[in-house]
């Protein structure tokens, strides 16, 4: 009788959780993702801030199967989304940037600065901070550098996605850009305009407010965290390019220059930086030279899940239902893909670690047990496809001593077809403990927009 009610305490949180998550998206003011709604998330400050660019950093585009990325994505989700900050640096537009998620298995940053520094926005919503808006406006016209650089032929203006409210984009050739940069630079402060000029990856060449940047973006995040008495314990920045320099600037910042880093940002280490035991040159790329990184600083644990062996034999050391719901789902992917024994252990181990029920995206509700038992016919039939998994934004709230409610984002992608869902998961180590792990009572899906009616019928868990 004890344990039906368990269950049954169980379902009703879980449909609690289900509920408030769909109202929380559509009724809450845009002006309550903000910073303070990052910050108040946080029991205390955020024992690491991450503040990464994107493009050959974060995201590597010579790795067809993403691996780095997702690497990342489930060592971050298992042991740091609930304490820690990930923000996400780049150079790119809000469009490009909105692509970019699309084409690659991303995390949802708490914060984004984007436009080389120029914007940044807040949560879900990416609501921008105003202030930082009126603080770049200050000594900037960008009809005055229209108008100067239309006078400078070597210049092509990069395509209109690319041209925001406070930056102007170009290429330019690579020995044309030091002469062209010296001459805007003595024209445009002769106008009365104090701005600042970024070339990168050899060809790219930004025109901003002298305060906007990479580098200026941090430190004015660092400068509100302060006031609210909410600076991160540490911080780690990652970065490839020129544009990036400035990150490394920022007093007290652990930094990372990934493996595959331009020339442009070694120079400017070499010159300005060599004897900073803060920032290193890591031996991989991209996320996995993040990593290294995390694990070379000792900033927290450095291993990700994705790099175990048993994905469901228990580790004392990772009792935690974040970490359960990721290794959960590495198990799915690799038992898709048989990266891993098709054995009745597996199974049975993961039928004695659930009941309850489990709703179906569709609606549709089964026994979840059934729903364990089912993955046997499964088994494979991924097998040689770029088949993926992950989870995002990985929430966990402990309801009593031996009761938690966990609110993520699940998705698949299967070749180019991407498919997610909102999940609330209800666990228990009630008679378990670390060395047997968690049990599942309850799961509760819903898609999120974009479902296709395959993914009504392909979907398993």
């Known amino acids: 009788m004890e344990i039906n009610y368990l269950y049954a305490f169980s379902f009703l949180l879980l449909q609690h959780s289900f509920c408030s998550y769909r109202a929380t998206s559509s009724a809450i003011p845009q002006s309550e993702f903000s910073l303070r709604k990052a910050m108040d998330r946080l029991a205390g400050n955020a024992r690491l801030m991450i503040v990464s660019d994107l493009d050959h950093t974060m995201v590597d585009h010579h790795d067809p199967e993403n691996l780095s990325l997702l690497r990342f994505n489930a060592l971050w989700e ?32 708490d914060i984004t600065i984007m436009s080389v520094g120029t914007e940044i926005t807040y949560g879900n919503s990416m609501v921008p901070d105003d202030g930082w808006v ?47 940069i010296n001459s805007l630079s003595i024209r445009l402060k002769e106008r009365g ?177 059934d729903t364990m038992s089912s993955l046997k016919t499964c088994y494979g039939d991924k097998q040689g496809k770029n088949f993926r998994v992950w989870v995002d934004q990985v929430l966990r709230e402990q309801l009593g001593s031996d009761l938690w409610r966990v609110v993520f984002k699940k998705c698949e992608q299967s070749g180019e077809e991407r498919q997610c869902c909102i999940t609330t998961a209800v666990l228990s180590s009630q008679d378990v403990g670390a060395q047997k792990g968690f049990t599942w009572l309850h799961v509760h899906q819903t898609w999120l927009e974009g479902a296709t009616p395959n993914a009504q019928t392909n979907w398993l868990l």
């Open 78 to 109: 298992a042991n740091y989304r609930t304490s820690s900050l990930l923000v996400f640096s780049t150079g790119r537009s809000p469009t490009l940037y909105k692509e970019l998620r699309k084409e690659k298995p991303m995390l949802t940053p």
């Open 134 to 180: 009126q603080f770049l406006n200050q000594k900037w016209d960008r009809n005055i550098v229209a108008e100067e650089t239309s006078k400078f032929p070597e210049l092509k203006l990069q395509s209109e996605t690319e041209q925001r409210p406070h930056k102007v984009s170009f290429h330019v050739q690579k020995d044309k850009a030091q002469d062209v």
């Open 193 to 369: 305009l104090d701005v600042k000029i970024i070339y990168s990856g050899g060809m790219d060449l930004d025109i901003l407010p002298q305060g906007a940047g990479k580098g200026q973006a941090l430190a004015y995040l660092h400068k509100k965290f302060t006031d609210a008495g909410k600076l991160p314990e540490n911080t780690l920045v990652c970065g490839d390019s020129g544009n990036d320099a400035e990150l490394f600037s920022i007093p007290g910042v652990h930094g990372v220059m990934v493996s595959n880093a331009q020339e442009e940002l070694l120079q400017w280490h070499a010159a300005n930086a060599k004897d900073n035991n803060k920032i290193i040159h890591a031996s991989e790329r991209c996320a996995s030279g993040i990593i290294q990184a995390i694990g070379h600083f000792n900033l927290g644990p450095g291993t990700s899940p994705r790099d175990m062996g048993n994905f469901l034999e228990p580790k004392t050391e990772n009792f935690d239902a974040s970490y359960e719901v990721v290794k959960f789902y590495l198990f799915y992917e690799h038992w898709r893909r048989a990266e891993i024994e098709n054995s009745e252990v597996y199974l049975a181990s993961l039928k004695s670690s659930s009941s309850g029920v489990f709703i179906h995206p569709s609606g549709t509700e089964k026994r979840l047990h």
